[in-house]
């Protein structure tokens, strides 16, 4: 954020020196990440099992907001894609 709104870094005594809005800036970006993090663990920890092997299956499930890659991001193979998620992600 600092340096999106300073062309030349500022340096005091051989450290960055920012303002307190870059440092707010900062915070907000990782309380929105661990927010979300939470929110996906929490939704996990929600989900009903009927055995145990549902419960060490889901220990390894990864949400899907934490992956960070989307079939868009995925070029080409529209046929397959399509494929991937009629068996993966409907039920």
Known sequence: HHLM??????????KLVI???SVRYGL???????NESRGSKKSLKDVVTEN??????????IP???IGV????????ENVKDT????VMLP
Not at 5 to 14: Q, S
Not at 28 to 34: D, E, N, P, R, V
């Open 5 to 14: 709104n300073n062309c030349e870094p500022c340096a005091r005594d051989g």
């Open 84 to 87: 991937l998620k009629e068996l």
């Open 52 to 61: 145990e092997f549902e419960k060490r299956l889901l220990a390894d499930v």
């Open 28 to 34: 907000s970006i990782l309380q929105g990440i661990q």
């Open 64 to 66: 899907p907001s934490d």
């Open 70 to 77: 989307t079939f868009e991001d995925i070029g080409a193979l």
């Open 19 to 21: 303002t307190s809005e």
